[in-house]
């Protein structure tokens, strides 16, 4: 893996949001593919945009999704960490330092399938899904799920480039 980190990330310390992908139409460390366009849910979702620390639903949230941009490639989102609330304190901080980067979706499938991946194992294609929840994470299964520079707000994670425009999932089997 060829990658880069870059030194300004997309983070607003006044305002405690950054900027970042929580979800890319790459294969994650599990085999499985995610199909960014067919997230199913997206008005329902921002009507409880619970943003959670690992996933942790017995935790209180860490912040708000304050923007969901979705692409055929990504999905990009913005939070609000919340004030006076020692962990999202906390792990606000790790990202304003650049320690944390790391991001994930909670999700059911709607539509899935299987897949070969390239080293021959398999892992899922899912094509339509309802997200429930994402969460800051140590380390995200997709590799692209990264908090984004600012300098790349519209184009690329850090440290890593994205495939050609993706058209249909059709485009994303290997």
């Known amino acids: 893996m060829h990658t880069f980190i870059a030194s300004t990330p997309s983070i607003d310390s006044a305002a405690r949001t950054v900027t970042h992908v929580i979800t890319a139409a790459v294969a994650d ?4 593919l995610i199909v960014p366009a067919g997230l199913a849910n ?21 912040g708000t999704c304050l923007a969901l941009e979705v692409t055929a490639d990504r999905i990009i989102a ?18 304003e330092q650049g320690i944390l980067r790391g991001w994930s979706i909670g999700f059911v499938p709607r539509r899935a399938g299987l ?5 021959g194992h398999r892992g899922l294609l899912v094509e339509s899904w309802d997200l429930l929840e994402y969460s800051a ?11 984004l520079a600012a300098s790349c707000h519209r184009s690329a994670a850090i ?14 089997r290997p």
């Open 115 to 119: 897949r070969r991946t390239t080293n």
């Open 29 to 32: 460390r599990s085999g499985d």
């Open 78 to 95: 913005t939070t609000k960490f919340a004030a006076g609330v020692p962990l999202a304190d906390d792990v606000f901080r790790l990202f």
């Open 42 to 62: 997206r008005d329902e979702f921002l009507r409880n945009p619970v943003v959670l620390w690992a996933h942790q639903r017995t935790l209180p949230p860490i």
């Open 159 to 172: 440290g890593y480039r994205l495939p050609a425009r993706i058209k249909t999932s059709a485009d994303l």
């Open 137 to 147: 994470v140590p380390v995200p299964d997709n590799p692209l799920a990264l908090t």
